[in-house]
Each structure stands twice: as C-alpha cells, then as structure tokens.
C-alpha cells in the first residue's frame, strides 16, 4: 500500500479535537480541493506487516484511536480491507465521502466516520451518510470565503431528510497558497444559523492542530 507517513499526534478537526491518535496517511486522491493543506507526496510503499509493525512502534503511550486519512484512504480499499482487522485501537476514518461503494465494503471495521461534505460531490456525500448515519460519525464542512447562501441552504436542507441528528462541523478554511483569506465572522455565524435551522447538533471548529503548530 502507498503510505505518506505514519505518525502520532493530536486530533486537531471534528468532534474528536484534542484526542492523541496513531495517523496513517494515505497517498493519492481522487479530486483537487483549492484548501487541501496537504503535500502531494507519492509516499512510499508499505506492506500490511510494516504498517502493522510501525503502529505497534508507536503505541506505547495512550492513544484513542487510529486515524486513517489522506489524500483519500478509500482509493485502497483492498489493503484497507486486509490492514484493519490486524490493528487493535478502534479504527476513525477520514474520507472526502466520493466513493460511497468502498465506504460500504469496510464500513463493518471502522468505529468513527469523520465524512467530508464537498458540494460537487453531494449526490455521493448523502449515500455515504445514508450508510453510517446510525453510527458514531460526523460531517465536517470546509466553509469557503464568499459562500453561496442559497447553494448551502439548499444542501443543508437535503442533507436534513436524511439526518437531523448526526453533528454538523463548520471548518472555517485555513488561508493555503489558493485560498489567501478565512471567512469572516458574518459568514461563519450565517453559516451556523443556516445549519441550526435544519439540523441538531451544529459546531464552529476551526483546524485546532494549525494553531498548535502540529501535523
């Protein structure tokens, strides 16, 4: 499998802020976000006992969980489906919710469903949130400078007949060399009110691990 790195650290996003995990960062990905703070590192690659090896390695403090994320991890379903069950802390995968099939192939060996909403993916974001709405899962959506109010309005809206209730995470976009300037605070509290209209749980949380200077 193609790995970029494989690290311990805190959980700097989502509902699971501030918890020490294992990441094991997987190379590739199947679309092009202007915000992705990510390095197009091809990565090197590993095989299923190495991997299995360097977590152990690891492991010698108190982790929460493993943090499977990317680039998109779902690209290699097959070693995923092979790698998991070797792994003994609860499994939270980061996915950008595009490949809902893979995501229903290893839905069964994953404890916490961080799933990305991306609007020009929205008819795949609502089957993958379909499949593990009844799970301990999240949506984080990556709030862009100059939103548009009634495109949002109108997803949130969907996005409600298929759950009210799984928590709804607004990530104000961390400036990257495409993107130069965060929201501002009339955008993120319209965005907030919007979401809490339509859905129970709504949270601003911005990219934690960037202001504590960590991966």
Not at 43 to 63: P, Q, R
Not at 84 to 113: C, G, H, M, Q, R
Not at 143 to 152: A, E, H, K, N, R
């Amino acid at each position: 499998m193609r790995i970029s790195e494989i690290f311990s650290s805190i959980q700097g996003e989502g509902i699971y802020v501030g918890y020490r995990q294992i990441f094991i960062r997987f190379s590739g990905c199947n679309i092009s976000c202007a915000y992705c703070d990510e390095e197009n590192h091809e990565g090197k690659e590993y095989s299923i006992d190495s991997v299995v090896a360097e977590v152990k390695k690891l492991n010698k403090n108190y982790h929460h969980s493993i943090s499977i994320t990317g680039g998109e991890p779902l690209l290699q379903i097959n070693d995923l489906l092979t790698l998991l069950p070797k792994l003994t802390l609860p499994i939270y995968l980061e996915t950008n919710s595009t490949l809902p099939a893979y995501l229903k192939e290893i839905k069964d060996l994953v404890s916490i469903f961080s799933l990305d909403l991306k609007p020009e993916y929205f008819k795949e974001f609502l089957e993958s949130l379909e499949m593990v709405k009844d799970e301990d899962a999240f949506i984080k959506y990556v709030l862009l400078p100059s939103q548009q109010v009634m495109d949002y309005k109108h997803m949130i809206e969907e996005l409600s007949m298929v759950s009210k209730d799984v928590p709804f995470i607004i990530q104000p976009v961390t400036p990257t060399k495409q993107i130069k300037h965060f929201p501002d605070s009339n955008e993120i509290i319209s965005a907030y009110t919007i979401a809490k209209k339509y859905l129970n749980d709504v949270r601003v949380i911005p990219q934690t691990h960037k202001i504590m200077n960590l991966k």
